[in-house]
């Protein structure tokens, strides 16, 4: 069974912010509904050649809520602000697990873009 890549392309590799990542919508437009049954899953993916080794938390946390709750919730009813409360309410878990998470701003990307020449 071939592979649905949804953003294929020089963007892939660029940082989401939570907000992009709750946007997803896992089933890709134009997709017939009959191969919907099809799609099994999802992943969201941290390419660490690109992130120092003490970053990889602080990249994958919260965003990993983010994919986790889009890949496995109905979309009907989807809240951003919702999903924003429930995020914070999980900081204490995250840092009694010692985790270094990033605290995104809702209006900007966790880390700025650099411009490559």
Same mark, same amino acid.
């Given at each position: 069974?071939?592979v ?10 660029t940082?989401?912010d ?11 437009a ?12 999802g =992943? /969201?993916?941290?390419?660490? @050649?690109?992130?120092?080794?003490? #970053?990889?938390e602080?990249?994958?946390?919260? *965003?990993?809520?983010g ?8 979309? =009907? /009813?989807?809240?951003?602000? @919702?999903?924003?409360?429930?995020? #914070? ?6 840092? *009694?697990?010692?985790?270094k ?5 809702r ?11």
């Amino acid at each position: 069974m071939p592979v649905i890549q949804k953003d294929a392309g020089a963007k892939w590799m660029t940082a989401t912010d939570l907000a992009k990542v709750y946007a997803l919508d896992p089933i890709p437009a134009g997709l017939d509904p009959k191969l919907v049954k099809h799609i099994l899953g999802g =992943e /969201g993916c941290l390419w660490t @050649e690109h992130i120092p080794q003490d #970053k990889s938390e602080f990249m994958a946390f919260p *965003r990993l809520t983010g994919i986790a709750e889009v890949l496995w919730s109905p979309a =009907e /009813g989807k809240n951003f602000d @919702e999903f924003y409360a429930r995020v #914070k309410a999980q900081y204490p878990r995250l840092d *009694r697990m010692g985790l270094k998470y990033g605290r995104p701003w809702r209006s900007r990307p966790l880390l700025p873009r650099v411009a490559r020449s």
